[in-house]
T-cell receptor, first 115, second 113 residues
Framework: AAGVIQSPRHLIKEKRETATLKCYPI?????VYWYQQGPGQDPQFLIS???????DKGSIPDRFSAQQFSDYHSELNMSSLELGDSALYFC??????????????FGEGSRLTVL | GEDVEQSLFLSVREGDSSVINCTYT??????LYWYKQEPGAGLQLLTY?????DMKQDQRLTVLLNKKDKHLSLRIADTQTGDSAIYFC?????????????FGSGTRLSIRP
């Protein structure tokens, strides 16, 4: 079965640079979530989209922005990168219309290293 | 996560059963989850339980839910080396959307030969 696809899997940037992460949800999933997981920490919710509209916002810095496109894929844009942005960034998808509306499926994550 | 608590480490012998415990905070949580994270990998949904259930069994996995004590446990029977990972307990409080999911700090399971 198709899973959540994230790219790139690994990314190395320098401070003050910009990075873009992409997420392709499971087909027919209408909701996408972004999480940030620092070293040794649990995932923290950043932002979510439902039907291409922002549905919820968590601890996302102002330097970050995200959007969901017409094909339901989502991109997380991070600017003015700081060392503390080094983390594993997860995308997850779910379907609010499906039988198991509580299920959240995660991608493998994109590991961002800021030097 | 500060509201979902788990012990940080668990070490078991290969072939034994592993029991990972979790306490959560919101008695109205509808969904309670167990995720597995292998080194450098993503979060894999292992199993979940609805709040109106006491137990759920899926092959080697057994989830027990004690709503009175807000206690959730994951039992892995016949633990194998491939079970080495961090296991996250998670809840979605009340009738919130999945964006409100709260993770525990994770329990690192290591297997002794």
């Amino acid at each position: 079965a198709a899973g959540v696809i994230q790219s790139p899997r690994h990314l190395i940037k320098e401070k003050r640079e910009t990075a873009t992460l992409k997420c392709y949800p499971i087909p027919r999933h209408d909701t996408v979530y972004w999480y940030q997981q620092g070293p040794g920490q649990d995932p923290q919710f950043l932002i979510s989209f439902y039907e291409k509209m922002q549905s919820d916002k968590g601890s996302i810095p102002d330097r970050f922005s995200a959007q969901q496109f017409s094909d339901y894929h989502s991109e997380l844009n991070m600017s003015s990168l700081e060392l503390g942005d080094s983390a594993l960034y997860f995308c997850a998808s779910s379907s609010l219309a499906g039988p198991n509306t509580g299920e959240l499926f995660f991608g493998e994550g994109s590991r961002l290293t800021v030097l | 996560g500060e509201d979902v608590e788990q012990s940080l480490f668990l070490s078991v012998r290969e072939g034994d059963s592993s029991v990972i415990n979790c306490t959560y905070t919101d008695s109205s949580s509808t969904y309670l989850y167990w995720y597995k994270q292998e080194p450098g990998a993503g979060l894999q949904l292992l199993t979940y339980i609805f709040s109106n259930m006491d137990m759920k069994q899926d092959q080697r996995l057994t989830v027990l839910l004690n709503k009175k004590d807000k206690h959730l446990s994951l039992r892995i029977a016949d633990t194998q080396t491939g079970d080495s990972a961090i296991y996250f307990c998670a809840e979605i409080p009340g009738y919130s959307s999945a964006s409100k999911i709260i993770f525990g700090s994770g329990t690192r399971l290591s297997i002794r030969p």
